[in-house]
């Protein structure tokens, strides 16, 4: 099927015409003020995401004069200055694998986030006379993502972490750049680290939190719309179990971090004698957080779920209840019912098919996730910490200790 016949099929399942449709698309990644103002760079294209290009540019910008500096001044492996560049996992996993992988993310995120929408209302999920409030809600969000408050507000945080850490002198990253006994000769390298690189990763970083926002007030916004959700789908969350593909999306940007994470604590572990036992904790709450984070836009559709079950376990039971207070009257009493609608219901059907309808009610979720929701978003957040782990519990008893935990 092309994309004429899917939009004809769309308006004829939904009701809602193909020009109505069209407007119901909203990217999270698109047309807000960093990406207007990386258009004007030649970063981005007129059309597309210009993804490639930016992942290319922001990573050597924020590492190659970095390591260039350190190579002139023989501070890259040498240990002239304490320890050598080579020995910051942190600094070259935040800009080399960390800063492509929040841009690529956005490719994922902005194809999801269109096509989920269309399929809300093509769904019937939202029926076609609740389709102009949603149109409301969707300029309402894009007027916010567009807004260059929430940038300010995001340059501000950056600006005050730099300050903290600046006033406290504890970003043991730049030792490598600074004079040995004067920790406050921090040479280019450092400066480079502290006020360009740095700032490059957390602007995206907070980005990425801000878009999370936008996507729990814009699932929150249709939440409140009066949704058609039907207790019975098969996929046990009302019909929005489609939904649960897309946390998905956001597995690259829980990878950076947690690479990130990861190198940084075995940056203690080799060089600081820090044992792995000691930082369980900090990982399991780092993974905790970082899975919860990006499923908290899903929770919106709670309250609808709920109160959906909640009313059909009621409407379902009283149906169940009648069906087969019928049956037992006319088969087990042997009582003359007549002609009665509800014996008489083809898509009713037998006393084992009506429980069925009771018994997919009662399986119904209030949270439209699946294993496809958190699963990936966890491996995400395991594998870089599982790579760190391997640098003192070897791989073979790491591998079976995950086994036995498993199984």
């Not at 594998?383 to 079976?400: D, F, H, T, Y």
Request: no cysteine; glycine share 8%.
């Amino acid at each position: 099927m092309n994309n004429y016949d899917s939009t004809i099929e769309a308006e004829r399942s939904s009701g809602v015409a193909p020009a109505t449709l069209a407007s119901l698309g909203l990217s999270v990644v698109r047309d807000d003020p960093a990406f207007r103002l990386q258009r004007k760079l030649g970063l981005i294209p007129e059309t597309g995401l210009g993804i490639a290009r930016r992942a290319l540019f922001w990573s050597l910008l924020a590492w190659l004069p970095i390591a260039v500096w350190a190579a002139w001044t023989g501070r890259a492996i040498a240990e002239t200055a304490g320890e050598p560049l080579l020995a910051q996992f942190g600094i070259h996993v935040r800009f080399l694998v960390a800063i492509p992988l929040l841009i690529f993310a956005e490719g994922g995120v902005h194809a999801m986030s269109g096509n989920l929408l269309l399929r809300i209302v093509t769904t019937g999920i939202v029926p076609a006379d609740q389709v102009p409030a949603m149109q409301a809600l969707i300029r309402r969000l894009a007027r916010l993502r567009d807004a260059v408050l929430p940038w300010i507000a995001i340059l501000g945080i950056v600006v005050a972490g730099i300050t903290v850490s600046d006033m406290f002198n504890r970003v043991h990253e730049v030792e490598w750049a600074t004079d040995p006994g004067d920790s406050r000769s921090m040479g280019f390298g450092a400066w480079w680290f502290l006020y360009v690189g740095r700032p490059i990763y957390l602007t995206l970083l907070l980005a990425w939190a801000w878009r999370v926002v936008l996507l729990f007030l814009l699932f929150g916004g249709i939440a409140r719309l009066r949704l058609s959700i039907v207790p019975t789908h098969p996929d046990r969350t009302g019909g929005l179990g489609f939904l649960a593909r897309f946390p998905a999306a956001f597995a690259p940007v829980v990878f950076a971090m947690s690479a990130v994470t990861a190198a940084m604590l075995a940056h203690d572990v080799v060089y600081h004698d820090i044992s792995v036992k000691t930082l369980r904790i900090q990982m399991a709450v780092f993974t905790v957080i970082a899975v919860l984070v990006f499923l908290l836009p899903m929770l919106a559709f709670a309250g609808p779920l709920a109160r959906a079950k909640r009313q059909a376990l009621l409407d379902y039971g009283a149906l169940v209840s009648e069906h087969g207070r019928l049956v037992h009257q006319r088969w087990i009493e042997g009582k003359r019912i007549g002609e009665h609608k509800v014996l008489d219901a083809p898509e009713l059907g037998p006393v084992v098919q009506v429980a069925t309808l009771y018994t997919a009610v009662t399986a119904m979720r209030t949270v439209p996730l699946s294993k496809s929701s958190v699963m990936p978003l966890l491996l995400a957040a395991v594998l870089p910490l599982l790579i760190m782990l391997a640098l003192e519990i070897p791989v073979g008893q790491l591998l079976a200790n995950i086994a036995k935990a498993l199984l």
